[in-house]
């Protein structure tokens, strides 16, 4: 099993739809959790962070499992500019160090 | 300089040469990391630094792959005798301390032909 999995997508939706990405983890120990968005052909970049009482920034929220390993965020009244793949990425313990990432999911707003 | 800096950004090489990438993370930042990600690929960890010594090694592929870090600043991967499956953008990241999030820089592209 992957240390991190994600909807492959790739997700189309029209501009102002609501659209949820999901992403399990393998590791129980993991103790950090984040969104990154990468743009096509740019470096990951940190959308937010994924706090165990769920958290939201605008128009995103996200939101944590941890009995179940899962990890979601729903971006609501979805823009053009949220074209972009999302990475879900994982912290795991004993080293704390290092991020794991998904392989993303790829979103497509669409006018 | 205020971001993480790659060079070169762009980088074809033939079969067999070796490379060399470079990273200039953000002052200050003890914790880098080198990552890579291929077409259609998530990120492949490589490799981690704190300060100048890396803990964890354990993602380079082969050992036609090293890195350094000199005074607690720029890093420099290495590639020997490039192989095709070596194509690939590497990117590299850096953090105040392992337990903060990252930066990445915009990746350097190689293309072994």
């Known amino acids: 099993r992957k240390e991190v999995e994600q909807d492959p997508g790739p997700f189309n939706v029209p501009e102002g739809a609501t659209v949820a990405f999901n992403c399990t983890y393998s590791?129980?120990?993991?103790?950090?959790f984040f969104w990154y968005r990468q743009d096509c052909r740019k470096e990951p970049k940190l959308l937010m962070s994924?706090?165990?009482s769920g958290n939201e920034d605008g128009r995103f929220t996200a939101q944590l499992n941890r009995a179940s390993q899962y990890i979601s965020l729903l971006i609501r009244d979805s823009k053009l500019s949220d074209s972009a793949t999302y990475l879900c990425?994982?912290?795991?313990?004993?080293?704390?160090?290092?991020?794991?990432f998904g392989k993303g999911t790829l979103l497509t707003v669409n006018p | 300089g205020a971001g993480v800096s790659q060079s070169p950004s762009n980088k074809v090489t033939e079969k067999g040469k070796d490379v060399e990438l470079r990273c200039d993370p953000i002052?200050?930042?003890?914790?880098l990391y080198w990552y890579r990600q291929s077409l259609g690929q998530g990120l492949e960890f490589l490799i981690y630094?704190?300060?100048?010594?890396?803990?964890?090694k354990s993602g380079l592929p082969s050992d036609r792959f090293s890195a350094e870090r000199t005074g607690g600043s720029v890093s420099t991967l290495t590639i020997q005798r490039t192989q095709q499956e070596d194509s690939a953008v590497y990117l590299c990241?850096?953090?105040?301390?392992?337990?903060?999030?990252?930066?990445f820089g915009s990746g350097t592209r190689l293309t072994v032909v």
């Open positions: 990241a850096s953090s105040f301390d392992q337990t903060y999030g990252y930066t």
């Open positions: 590791n129980s120990a993991s103790q950090s």
């Open positions: 994924v706090y165990s």
């Open positions: 990425v994982v912290r795991s313990g004993g080293s704390n160090y290092k991020l794991t």
């Open positions: 002052s200050g930042h003890t914790a």
């Open positions: 630094f704190q300060g100048n010594s890396a803990p964890d």
